[in-house]
Nanobody, 125 residues
Framework: QVQVAESGGGSVQSGGSLRISCAAR????????IAWFRQAPGKEREGVSCLAGVGSTTHYRDSVKGRFTLSRNNTKYDVFLQMNNLQPDDPAVYYCAVGLLGRVCTFRRADYVYWGQGTQVSVSS
């Protein structure tokens, strides 16, 4: 049984930092990509960052480039999103998603099969 779980959300002041984590368990292949999506109230769920399952291809949405960093430790399916200089547009529920994509990763929701329950990130001014 595949399980995806996020942790580490919280509330910070504008300009502050948070690190959120995702742990995916029960995957039977090394070819799964992991992505972070976020959804703010009244808005569509959007891709934030993703990491391919094979190789090191990483993508970021333009608005977080230079502020967010996606990484993983030696356990392939433990990933971390370091979020620095958080801005008023960043608050949302952040979701971790896993999809069998091989050497690529995308921001298409339909490409991801397994999803976590989400973790709330709030930013106060």
């Amino acid at each position: 049984q595949v399980q995806v779980a996020e942790s580490g959300g919280g509330s910070v002041q504008s300009g502050g930092s948070l690190r959120i984590s995702c742990a995916a368990r029960g995957l039977r292949s090394d070819h799964y990509a992991i992505a972070w999506f976020r959804q703010a109230p009244g808005k569509e769920r959007e891709g934030v960052s993703c990491l391919a399952g094979v190789g090191s291809t990483t993508h970021y949405r333009d608005s977080v480039k230079g502020r967010f960093t996606l990484s993983r430790n030696n356990t392939k399916y433990d990933v971390f999103l370091q979020m620095n200089n958080l801005q008023p547009d960043d608050p949302a529920v952040y979701y971790c998603a896993v999809g069998l994509l091989g050497r690529v990763c995308t921001f298409r929701r339909a490409d991801y099969v397994y999803w976590g329950q989400g973790t709330q990130v709030s930013v106060s001014s």
